[in-house]
């Protein structure tokens, strides 16, 4: 799991600070705009990270959730083929 935030998207709506403290902070000095503290969270974090991905008003937080092809194979870690 990575997680991205798109500061452009964000309005410092501070949800996913209260949501998910591990993984985000909104801090005066910047606004309160969103600022990512781990982008892969550790396995106990990674629910408060997906309910802040929900929770968060404008979109600015996106979670790759999808397994990644390993390079140069074309399949996942299990051997299935993209699209498949």
């Known amino acids: 799991m990575k ?6 998207m964000c309005i410092a709506s ?21 600022e990512l503290l781990q982008e892969e969270p550790a396995p106990g974090d990674e ?8 929770l968060c008003p404008s979109g600015a937080i996106q979670i790759d959730k999808h397994r990644i092809p390993a390079p140069g194979t074309g399949s996942d870690q299990h051997g299935e083929q993209p699209g498949s």
């Open 3 to 8: 997680i991205r935030v798109h500061g452009a």
């Open 47 to 54: 629910q408060a990270a997906l309910e802040a991905e929900y």
């Open 14 to 34: 501070g949800n996913c600070s209260l949501t998910a403290p591990r993984s985000f902070q909104n801090r005066a000095e910047n606004g309160g705009f969103a």
